[in-house]
């Protein structure tokens, strides 16, 4: 049972990086950095963590690689020392978990060893199973750690969820958040519609994981008619790629759209503008031209830049920086400065590389 301070913070809100793997010239994880990672975004004012998801490469879920508990121990502990040192709240920290029913049992108890708080649930390894047998893959890892529901976007999974999965996966009562990110406006759409539609949507906290259309998601009011009643829905965080990334200046998106949704004024224009240049640093970023080919690099890209990472390195050798996103990533961070949270980045630097 997770404590009520970690379910309030769920629910009201926050920024959860999806934290990248830090890797050194010869392959091998490099911990000074990745924990520097880990206080990057905890200084950065981030409410919680996901480790072990897409960002952190899926090949570190692979037992030959042999990286899933040590990554997922190291960021653990880093989060909770600083927590400890500093003050501050104690993040939610959020395992991703892979595999078939028994290999995402096996991780879900290990991650609730660690004292991680919930697990987000890939169900790429079950593309081609019923919804009925997705339902109940759910559920059995649902009975060993609260689940936040995961929609993939198909160019990766290459599954389609229908809205008739996301009618039955809500009902699960251990699924406690969704991570709605098709890149699809329709299968958006199916996962609020299915959440408004059940009895629970007071219950379950939605998140963007739409890195193409972050803060539209996040001002925009969802109104559904369920049997001639207005359920409103808000999406109140997201966990994010993209926010792996001057999350500083996520951080304070959030506050800002917080405060919009909670006077029910008018969305500002400039907030608009804003979302469109977010967009448009995520489309290079991400490598979209590439169908997301550079997803990975690119993010790494941009925190080798601010001195957070030693290397662009992947565990997969074949993912690379497609041909000039580099050059694209360094015109997108000149030409809109006030996205990047390089000046913040440079000052503390050396603190959360210190050890």
């Not at 692979?62 to 500093?86: C, F, H, M, N, W």
Request: glycine share 6%; net charge negative; aromatic share 8%.
């Amino acid at each position: 049972m997770l404590n009520s301070h970690i379910i309030d913070k769920l629910r009201s809100g926050c920024v959860i990086p999806a934290h990248p793997l830090a890797l050194k010239q010869d392959g091998k994880l490099d911990e000074r950095r990745q924990k520097a990672l880990t206080r990057y975004y905890m200084a950065s004012g981030a409410g919680g963590l996901a480790v072990g998801v897409h960002t952190t490469q899926f090949a570190i879920h692979d037992s030959k690689i042999g990286l899933y508990q040590p990554v997922l121990e190291l960021a653990a502990e880093t989060a909770r020392k600083y927590a400890e040192s500093t003050d501050f709240s104690e993040p939610i920290m959020i395992a991703g978990i892979v595999g078939d029913t028994e290999n995402a049992v096996k991780e879900a108890k290990l991650a609730a060893e660690m004292g991680y708080h919930l697990g987000l649930l890939s169900l790429t390894a079950l593309k081609g199973k019923s919804i009925d047998e997705l339902i109940d893959h759910a559920k059995q890892v649902a009975e060993v750690i609260p689940l936040i529901g995961f929609y993939l976007q198909e160019v990766i999974s290459q599954m389609v969820l229908p809205v008739e999965f996301w009618r039955k996966f809500v009902e699960i009562p251990n699924v406690l958040a969704i991570k709605i990110a098709p890149f699809n406006r329709y299968q958006t759409l199916d996962v609020l519609e299915a959440v408004a539609h059940s009895d629970r949507s007071g219950e379950i906290a939605l998140y963007t994981g739409n890195d193409d259309n972050i803060i539209s998601d996040l001002l925009t009011r969802y109104e559904f008619n369920v049997d001639g009643h207005p359920v409103s829905l808000r999406i109140v965080g997201g966990l994010l790629g993209q926010w792996a990334c001057w999350t500083k200046r996520a951080v304070e998106y959030l506050t800002r759209i917080k405060t919009i949704c909670e006077s029910e004024s008018a969305i500002p224009q400039d907030m608009l503008t804003l979302a469109n240049q977010l967009t448009l640093a995520n489309k290079t970023i991400f490598d979209a031209d590439n169908h997301f080919a550079g997803c990975i690099p690119g993010i790494s890209y941009v925190l080798k830049q601010q001195g957070l990472l030693e290397d662009v390195r992947t565990i997969n050798p074949d993912e690379q920086l497609s041909e000039d996103q580099a050059v694209m990533i360094d015109k997108i961070r000149s030409s809109y400065p006030h996205l990047t949270d390089d000046d913040f980045v440079k000052e503390n630097l050396h603190k959360w590389l210190s050890s």
